[in-house]
């Protein structure tokens, strides 16, 4: 897949900045707007959708290949996993404890620290949902015509 | 009334998954049905003249209590937190579907449901 003209290339490399940023915004803040774990990931892999469209796919390719991105996929899933873990080691023994607000960091309502360990859980949503959204457009879009048929 | 309506773009959404003959029709068919069925579930927790049930600050008293202006006002927020599942859900299954659809047009040359007959490959 080719990429586009010379100024696409160049607006779009700002652009993407943006949109990472937002993706990010929207991941982090979570628990005090709307939107969380899977609207910021969704926004996350669109923003490598952008440079599929504009750069061509080889270069998203040597950009982010594909075996670090399952890591990345992974890595999201175990951190979730270890977040609800650490509840029920910590906290009395209850699976998904909340043991941020309950026993350290209680923090103030409203503040960007307040809400234990729901940023914890939108950051590694938002990781995994990204990944695997740009695994799959990734490769769907390597399929080509069988001519052997 | 505006449940009438969904129940008329569900109609619509299995007309099309129902008669069609191009299978990427038959998907956009499916997933206006997946669009109604949301819609739907989201209506079911409205109030007339509600709010967005996202607490303000004028709204969390000091004693740790939520203040009765929006505990009166505020829309239901369990289905709206229940249909975002159904719409990841919906996500998965569309891309299985689309990777399905490309598969079959890779081995078959074409996407008419009816020029496909016997199993190849």
Known sequence: ?149 | MPYALCFLLFMLGLYCAVVKKNMVKIVIGILVMEYAVNLFLIMLGYRFGGTAPIIERGQLLESGQIANTFLNSSVDPLPQALVLTAIVISLGSLALMISICIRTYEKYGTFDITQIRRLKG
């Open chain 1, 1 to 149: 897949m080719k990429g586009m003209t010379i100024i696409v290339k160049t607006v779009s490399s700002w652009i993407k900045v943006l949109i990472v940023l937002f993706g990010i915004y929207i991941i982090l803040f979570g628990h005090l707007t709307p939107g969380g774990g899977f609207a910021g990931g969704v926004i996350l892999a669109s923003s490598y959708l952008l440079l599929m469209l504009a750069f061509g796919r080889e270069f998203v390719q040597k950009d982010l290949p594909l075996a670090l991105d399952s890591k990345l996929d992974c890595l999201g899933a175990l951190l979730f996993a270890m977040i609800a873990v650490l509840g029920l080691v910590l906290c009395d023994k209850i699976f998904f404890a909340n043991f941020l607000y309950q026993k350290y960091l209680p923090g103030q309502p409203f503040n960007l620290i307040s809400a234990g360990t729901i940023p914890f859980s939108n950051i590694a949503i938002g990781l995994k949902v990204g990944a695997s959204l740009f695994l799959v457009i990734f490769l769907l879009s390597t399929f080509r015509r069988d001519t052997s048929a």
